[in-house]
């Protein structure tokens, strides 16, 4: 959330941590503005298209409430909490877990306080943006590597994403710095003043291990593969598998026509 937009990344996740970039895009207006809002919620419901022709609409949604949070909170529980998760990145790699939550805390709406009137998830941001490098490293299969799949935890990125999206995609470093007691730690540095793309891929990333991404047996997401094409016939492939939510077939390898840039969603929608 930006004092002028909101910028969206929008994940598919899959088998050990195989994970597509669906939808890069961005919602101009700031948090003050209904129609910026209305935008976020129309997203909740939209839907993008599966390789096996279902089109699968968003699991989790996680949304970062270090700007403007008031707003941030206001907006969650109108949404509910479902689908929702309000999240607050915190710094240092001592996390006994990647993820925790989520807590009840005060909100302010219009000025009046709401006692336990929001849900807040608590992220490790470092672990996730050293868990995304890590990813990134990894090398595809070529030509020569035919049958084999893609290493686990590959990251994919549609033909056509912009240079300025990948730029803050990988727009930190970590570097070892010193504390005035003299010891060292690891800390992420940005290497440029824009990394929205990095802290979008952390929060998805939150979202999926929120979601049981992490922890889902085979037997899992077998019943998900069935949920996307229950009546193909076919044995389903594992690296078509994504995260969905349970209720409902929201996950896959996502089949995203190849553009180029962000979707920018202008802020005449309530016009």
């Known amino acids: 959330v930006q004092k002028d937009r909101i910028e969206v990344s929008v994940w598919a996740w899959g088998r050990s941590l195989a994970s597509w970039l669906v939808d890069p895009l961005v919602i101009e207006g700031g948090p003050g503005e209904a129609a910026t809002w209305a935008q976020l919620s129309a997203l909740l419901g939209e839907t993008w298209p599966h390789v096996s022709g279902a089109r699968l609409g968003l699991a989790r949604l996680g949304i970062d409430t270090g700007y403007e949070a008031p707003a941030v909170y206001a907006w969650a529980r109108r949404q509910g909490w479902g689908q ?7 710094e240092g790699f001592n996390r006994s877990a990647p993820v925790s939550g989520p807590t009840h805390v005060d909100a302010t709406e219009g000025g009046v306080k709401i006692k336990r009137g929001a849900r807040l998830w608590t992220v490790a941001v470092a672990t996730f ?11 595809a299969p070529t030509e020569e590597d035919e049958g084999e799949r893609h290493p686990a935890g590959f990251i ?3 033909r056509g994403v912009d240079a300025e999206w990948i ?4 727009g930190e470093q970590l ?3 010193k504390t ?4 060292t730690r690891l800390e992420w540095q940005k290497l440029r003043e824009r990394n929205e793309a990095l802290d979008c891929r952390v929060y998805a990333r939150a979202a999926a291990w929120i979601a049981g991404a992490d922890r889902w047996p085979e037997r899992k997401w077998r019943e998900l593969e069935m949920q996307v094409a229950p009546n193909t016939g076919d044995e389903p492939t594992i690296a078509d598998s994504a995260a969905a939510e349970q209720s409902a077939p929201t996950a896959g390898r996502l089949s995203a026509a190849p553009r180029r840039g962000r ?9």
């Open 84 to 90: 929702v998760l309000p999240i607050k990145g915190v």
């Open 129 to 139: 943006k050293s868990e995304t490098y890590r990813f990134l490293r990894l090398a």
């Open 156 to 158: 994919h990125l549609p």
């Open 167 to 170: 730029k803050q995609l990988v």
């Open 175 to 177: 570097v070892t710095v």
């Open 180 to 183: 005035r007691r003299g010891f």
């Open 263 to 271: 979707r920018v969603f202008r802020s005449s929608y309530m016009s």
